[in-house]
């Protein structure tokens, strides 16, 4: 178990703080206080208007970013004082989910705390349905297990979106983790159409954020519409190899400790799974350089 944990304490590629690392130093110690912090530091690019804010054009491209340090960096190009002070929400870094949930892995990790990203659906946008999202993890070592974290929602989305748990302790069948999502659905337990995001949705989405979680586990956090690999192409049915093929991951990343040399032995050797050098950016509709 000691190598798992030391793994998830470690910087990958994408949470590295590179040159700013030091500055993570002005944030609060305690859970509470630093997701309050990071709720200050990032706005939602499509909960902006719940802020009385209109993203400008030229600044859209923010959500693209996808490694910490150049996050850091956008973030103190803004404004460059501690991270510990609040941004009016127009002065944020523009982001969704998975950038709140990276940067505070990120933040974990520096502080020895074991943390990795999951990529999956949360119950608690949207009455009746799963909405794709992603949330972070930390190891605790008072309880023996992985606590689920939304760093996203903040007080004004708690009243928006009606929330009624512990945002820092998710119970599991409010954010499903992917493997979780495609297993329910496979079962015959859940409709797969209620699971996506927008108008897409169905099993070849979720089989896509299978993929993004096994990555997620293997230090690699992608943008949620990154695409590679084995994900399928949108709207199209499964074979009967691929189905196998995401029941499989699906039960690994159920309990990915259990699961996790093989996890990270799969990672390394099935071009379905690792992450290439360019992967294809499916907002933008063009492949992009990692």
């Not at 927008?198 to 990555?215: E, P, S």
């Amino acid at each position: 178990e000691q190598t798992i944990l030391d793994f998830y304490s470690q910087a990958g590629r994408m949470t590295s703080a590179g040159v700013y690392a030091g500055r993570l130093k002005d944030l609060p110690q305690d859970l509470p206080g630093l997701v309050n912090a990071l709720q200050g530091l990032i706005l939602h690019e499509h909960i902006a208007p719940a802020y009385g804010v209109q993203i400008p054009d030229e600044r859209r491209s923010e959500v693209h970013i996808r490694a910490n340090e150049a996050r850091l960096q956008c973030i103190f190009a803004r404004h460059d004082e501690p991270l510990s002070v609040a941004r009016e929400p127009g002065e944020r870094t523009i982001g969704d989910c998975r950038h709140f949930t990276v940067l505070l892995v990120a933040i974990l990790r520096q502080r020895g705390i074991p943390a990795r990203a999951r990529c999956g659906f949360g119950a608690y946008f949207d009455a009746g349905k799963f909405i794709d999202h992603w949330v972070g993890e930390y190891w605790s070592a008072a309880d023996s297990r992985w606590v689920m974290v939304d760093a996203q929602i903040d007080e004004v989305q708690r009243n928006l979106f009606k929330t009624d748990f512990d945002l820092l302790d998710v119970p599991r069948d409010r954010f499903l983790v992917a493997g979780d999502a495609w297993a329910k659905c496979r079962a015959g337990r859940a409709d797969p159409s209620k699971f996506g995001v927008m108008d897409m949705g169905g099993l070849w989405f979720i089989a896509g954020n299978v993929v993004r979680d096994v990555a997620a586990l293997n230090n690699m956090e992608m943008l949620p519409w990154d695409v590679w690999g084995a994900m399928g192409q949108p709207g199209t049915e499964l074979s009967p190899d691929q189905l196998a093929y995401f029941d499989r991951l699906a039960a690994m990343t159920h309990d990915a400790d259990a699961s996790f040399a093989e996890l990270r032995r799969l990672y390394e050797t099935d071009p379905g799974l690792t992450v290439p050098g360019t992967v294809f950016n499916a907002v933008r509709n063009q492949p992009e350089e990692v």
